[in-house]
Structures are given as C-alpha cells and as structure tokens.
C-alpha cells in the first residue's frame, strides 16, 4: 500500500522530554488505514496521550518520521487534517453549543450561514436538539462531550484523535457514548485513533487494538478485533469479545502491567506529562 | 430585589446610627483621644445632608447644586482618565503575555510606577501637557489614568494567562494564529480578571481625578471643592463633610456603572461570577 493511502505512518518514533530526560516515546511503529478505528491502551504513564499529540504535531517527537495524510504531521496540522477530543470537553464557558462546535468553522472564515447549516447537521448528528443556545455549564458531561465531538468533527477532518475522551464519564453513559462514537464513525466514514486505558472500551470499539508498556512507551503488540459490525450492545457479551478482552490483557501482563500492584495516579500522569 | 434593597437601607440605618450613637456617647463623656468629638470635628449626619440644601453662599445657589456641577466636571475627567488608563493598561498587557522576555523585562518598572506618589508626578503632567492646547482637565485625565491602568494591567496579564492549556492546545489543532488565539481565547477568559480590575481602576479614577485637580489648580471640580472648603472647615465644617459624601457617591456610581456593564458582558457559569 502507498504512503498516501495510509492516514497515520509513524516510523521509529522515539521521545525524550527535555526535563527529566524521561523517556516517553520508543521506537514507535505503526500505520492507520483510511476507515479504521484504532485503540492505543496501556497503563499510566506508557506515552499514550504523549503519541497522540506526536501525530497531531502538538509534541515534537526527538526521533523518528510522523507522516499524517501522506504529509508531514506539521503540514497536515496546518492543513486541518484532525480533529482533536480530550478527556475533558474543554468548551468555552462564554460560548452557546452552537457557538462552541462552530468555533473551528470561525477560525476557518466559514461565512454565516454556511456556519449554521453545518451545526444544524452536527446538533443532528449528536443528539443534541433543542440545547443549542445552552451553555456548557448547563450541560451533562456526556452532553458535554458530545458538544466537543461535534466541534472536532465540524469542519470534517478525515482523523479523530481521542484522548481518553469517555474516562471521566459514568460506566453508564460511558457505554452510551460508545454506541453513539460507533454510529458517528460509521456516518461519517472517517478514521479514528482512540487513547483508553479500558480494555472493554478498546476491543468493543475499535478494529485493531495497539497494546502499549509503560517506561519506555513501546508498542507490546497490535491485536486485530474480528469482532463483526456493526457491533451492538450484544457484542459485548459474545464469547469472542471475552477471547479478545482477555487476549489484550495478557499483552498488558506480558508489557509489564501489573494488575496487583497498587497505582499511584498522580506520580505516573505527572511522569507522562514529561513535569 | 426587596431583599436587597432591604438590606441596602437596614446597612445603611445601622451606620448611621453608629454614627450618631457614638458621637452622643463621646460627647457624654468628653472624649479627647483620638480626637474631641464635638459638632465641630464629627457634624451629625442630618447636618451634612441639610447643608447640602443650604445656599453655597450668601445669596448664592443651593450647595449640592454647587456639587452636582463639580461632581459631572470630575466625573467627565474620570471617565476619559478611565478609559484612556485601561485602554493603555489592557495594552500592555497583551504585549507582555506574549513574551516572558518582556514580561521579566518589565513589570519591575510597571510596579514601581505605582510607588511614586501620585502628588510628586501630577505637577509634572500638567506641565507637560499645559502648553499643547488641550483643556486644563486633559493633564487632570491623564494623571487618573495613572492610577487606572495598573491594576487593568496586572489582572488582564493573570486573566490572558488564564486560558486552559487544553484550549490553547485546541487552538493550536486548528492552527489559529496568535491574533484568533487572543481573541477568541485569552481576551474572552480574561474578561472575569478584567472586570475585577475595572470595579478597582473605576473608583481609583475618581480619586485620581480630584488628587490631580489639586495641582492643575482646576476649580470646577470636587477636587477645587474640596480644597476651597477646607479653608472655611472652621466656620463651616459641614461643607467639607458634604463634599466628601458627594465625592463618596460619584465612586461608588462609577463602580455600580462596572457592575452594569459586567452583567451584560460576562457570560459565565454561576460558581464563576466574581
């Protein structure tokens, strides 16, 4: 296959923050394909977060070539070619819903009603009817991230990059939220490079699964889910999602995840953050 | 509302009744420390306010017509010293959250502007602006301006920096320049900061404006009141006193304007309105 028909091409990614001289990020391989739907999972502190923002040119990698629709990752960024989703929604307090998602639109000069169709489209394609003029306060946060999903979809980038996007929601609306990513996914047709550290979430979602370790972030092993689609609440209890789940596990184990051991948060998301 | 305005006056009775309690009590006894109280050095407050419908002086107009025309003169003053001072303010703020260089660089100097009493540089912004043909109240704007842009400036500063590095992150995922960066992010975070600045700079731009009236030897304000009736404080103490509550009265109007203003500009969840 071509480079141009790979959305993301990491080759030999490696990186070393500068303070600490703590080793994120080690000789990262791995190509996304148009169309799918990939999972990085590993434990706190395996540089999930940290190869996120590598593709999407939000930290610069110390080694290694990060080509992202076929350009370099700072063109494609200057191109608009991702949409980003963090844990929290990160709306704009000051900002209506409709106003928050049409924010990349402004930044783009979309004129007025250009503007207004395309967040019709997207109030739409969320499920948000009738809170357009709500502000983000008045909110659930499962509503909240659907405003933000809505807002990195908004001027139809052909990559989502996800960071965690469901981990500060309920187990509840977590699920619901899956089954809305998947029906997103599949409408608007385009890839997505999803961060967790569920791995019910990871295999239930995703069409292959990158298990990572911790200190140095390595790839463990990719494992391809063959689950059938659409997936449905059902998916979740076939005998197959259980191989899978327990499959990518001991890919953790093997990686160096130590379910005994007792985690402490803090340190680990301050060690991947690089502070 | 009726709560509040209830409250308004229930404060405002209390006060006064302090007042009035302790200079009956004081008077009583004879105080003489810190001060003798009499009707000389502490007026009651039913005096202060019926001065105010006395005549100015001998056949002149009433006094609070007097103050009403110094207080519009000053509060003009204020308000272009306001606006001239947080404009300048907001401005250098923008410049010194986009280089820590700078920011080092210059805030030093930027705080020491405010040790320098504004009595020593007043003098010197009239003489300077005197001679250029602009109206003797400019020089008197200019110095409560002073007085105005720094708190604009050290709050704006904290308000630019305020944004969410998330969102700053997302601003860059969009490639937004720094110019979209500052105004659809850093100003719009920074406007809580700002209008806390502004409720501060309001009022200091009145005082500002009758401090710098003094040197300008500019009459037609409170300032040239106030000065003129502390030379009557002993034939007519109440003057003075009546001056003051009006002075009092024209902060607190520029401050409850912040406030106005702030309602319809601010839109921001409850737990976050100052």
């Not at chain 2, 008077?27 to 009499?38: D, I, K």
Request: with cysteine; proline share 6%.
């Amino acid at each position: 296959m071509s480079e141009n028909q790979i959305v993301v091409s990491l080759s030999g990614v490696s990186k070393r923050f500068a303070t600490g001289g703590l080793e994120a990020l080690r000789a990262i391989d791995l190509e996304v394909r148009p169309g799918e739907f990939i999972s990085l999972i590993g434990p706190s502190g395996c540089g999930k977060s940290t190869l996120l923002r590598v593709v999407g040119d939000l930290v610069q990698p110390t080694e290694g070539r990060v080509v992202v629709n076929g350009k370099p990752a700072h063109q494609a960024r200057l191109d608009r070619d991702y949409g980003m989703v963090f844990q929290d929604a990160v709306l704009y307090d000051w900002r209506t819903v409709a106003k928050n998602i049409s924010l990349p639109l402004e930044l783009l000069g979309w004129d007025r009603p250009r503007r207004a169709e395309r967040v019709r489209e997207l109030i739409e394609l969320v499920e948000l009817g009738g809170f357009e003029e709500h502000h983000p306060w008045e909110l659930s946060g499962g509503m909240q991230q659907r405003v933000a999903i809505a807002r990195a979809l908004s001027f139809r980038p052909p990559l989502l990059l996800m960071d965690e996007p469901f981990g500060a929601l309920d187990e509840m609306t977590r699920e619901r939220m899956n089954m809305e990513l998947l029906r997103i996914w599949q409408q608007s047709g385009g890839t997505i490079l999803f961060v967790t550290h569920s791995i019910a979430e990871a295999v239930f979602l995703s069409t292959r699964v990158v298990v990572m370790s911790p200190r140095p972030g390595q790839i463990v092993g990719v494992v391809e889910i063959d689950l059938p689609q659409p997936r449905t609440a059902d998916t979740r209890e076939y005998p197959r999602f259980f191989e899978l789940v327990t499959e990518v596990r001991e890919l953790l184990r093997r990686g160096g995840t130590d379910f005994d051991a007792p985690v402490i948060e803090e340190e680990l998301i301050a060690a991947e953050e690089g502070l | 509302m009726l709560r509040r305005g209830l409250v308004f006056v229930g404060v405002l009775a209390a006060l006064v009744a302090l007042w009035e309690a302790f200079k009956i009590s004081a008077e009583a006894v004879n105080l003489t420390w810190p001060f003798p109280v009499n009707d000389r050095t502490f007026p009651h407050i039913h005096d202060i306010v019926g001065q105010l419908f006395e005549p100015s002086r001998r056949n002149g107009p009433m006094l609070i017509e007097v103050l009403w025309d110094a207080a519009l003169f000053t509060a003009k003053e204020a308000f272009v010293g306001f606006l001239l001072g947080a404009t300048v303010g907001f401005l250098i703020a923008v410049v010194l959250v986009h280089s820590n260089l700078l920011q080092r660089g210059f805030l030093p100097y930027i705080v020491a502007s405010q040790t320098v009493p504004i009595l020593a540089i007043a003098p010197m912004v009239v003489v300077w602006l005197g001679g250029r043909g602009l109206p003797g109240w400019f020089s008197v704007s200019v110095i409560a301006a002073y007085l105005t842009f720094f708190p604009v400036t050290i709050s704006a500063l904290r308000g630019l920096q305020s944004a969410d590095p998330r969102a700053l992150e997302l601003m860059r995922s969009y490639a937004a320049s720094r110019w979209k960066i500052l105004w659809k992010l850093r100003v719009p975070a920074s406007l809580p900061y700002l209008f806390a600045a502004f409720k501060i700079s309001a009022t200091a731009s009145v005082v500002g404006a009758i401090i710098g009236e003094l040197p300008a030897s500019i009459q037609d304000g409170l300032g040239g009141a106030i000065l003129n009736f502390n030379q009557y404080y002993l034939s007519s103490p109440t003057s003075l006193w009546a001056t003051n509550l009006v002075a009092a009265l024209l902060g607190i109007a520029f401050f409850l304007a912040i406030v106005g203003v702030e309602r319809l500009v601010v839109r921001r969840a409850p737990e976050h309105v100052a």
